[in-house]
């Protein structure tokens, strides 16, 4: 019975049209370091996303998605959380995604004034005021639109 349901299952994917891949050789797995940790620790990447501490799990969700429309370096940017007003690292990076003026002011506040100068902050609502309105969306839209010129326009 146990050769009927590999079988079965290879019937069903080629009916719905889905080629299933098979892994050639094993290899060891490879430990990652987290994207916020391995990101702030080399320094110099393109783009950080501020976020206030405690956003719910559909929130999260939310930006994560907005955040793949933007592409590789913007769907891997590391996300940082602000507590109490302060930022738990300095991140240098040539874009800032800050959602939320709090954000914005302990940003600020954490980086030197030469790396502000130089990098390009785009500010966006509160990830629950995106999350309720369809304003707060339209706005988060635009500063993803404005990112995503930023990044271009900073790698030429």
């Not at 050769?3 to 290879?10: E, V």
């Not at 080629?14 to 080399?42: D, F, H, K, Q």
């Not at 930022?87 to 709090?102: I, Q, T």
């Not at 609502?125 to 500063?143: I, N």
Request: charged share 20%.
């Amino acid at each position: 019975m146990a050769s009927a349901a590999p079988a079965h299952r290879a019937r069903v994917l080629r009916a719905l049209g889905i080629m299933p891949w098979v892994r050639r050789a094993a290899s060891a797995p490879v430990a990652e370091p987290a994207p916020e940790t391995a990101a702030v620790a080399t320094g110099g990447g393109e783009c950080v996303v501020v976020l206030p501490a405690g956003c719910s799990t559909r929130e999260l969700d939310l930006i994560g998605r907005a955040l793949l429309t933007g592409g590789p370096a913007m769907a891997r940017a590391p996300r940082i959380e602000v507590r109490d007003g302060r930022l738990p690292a300095a991140p240098e990076a040539r874009a800032y995604l800050v959602f939320g003026e709090a954000q914005a002011h302990a940003l600020g506040r954490e980086l030197p004034a030469a790396r502000l100068g130089q990098a390009h902050i785009v500010l966006a609502d509160e990830p629950a005021d995106v999350l309720a309105t369809g304003a707060g969306k339209r706005r988060l839209w635009s500063a993803l639109r404005n990112l995503r010129r930023a990044l271009g326009s900073l790698r030429e």
